[in-house]
């Protein structure tokens, strides 16, 4: 399997406990790409560095990583 990192993305939200909850939401998803019962690749985001607060907002930048067959 190889690791290809596929986009990215900034969530922004108004409070801490916001900005968890919908990262936690982001992260626990996972992705699967099948073809009959031949399992293809996989896919998740993942958080990129910590969260970053700026001028009230909450910041946090995650990835999306799918690990796929050669």
């Known amino acids: 399997m190889i690791t290809v990192q596929r986009k990215y993305k900034v969530i922004k939200a108004s409070s801490a406990k916001e900005l968890s909850e919908v ?5 626990q998803k996972e992705y699967k790409d099948t073809e009959g019962f031949i399992f293809r690749s996989s896919a998740r985001w ?10 009230g907002l909450w910041y946090q930048a995650v990835v999306f990583i799918q ?4």
Do not use: F, R
């Open 23 to 27: 990262v936690n939401d982001s992260i």
């Open 46 to 55: 993942q958080c990129l560095g910590g969260p970053i607060k700026e001028e």
């Open 67 to 70: 690990e796929e067959e050669e």
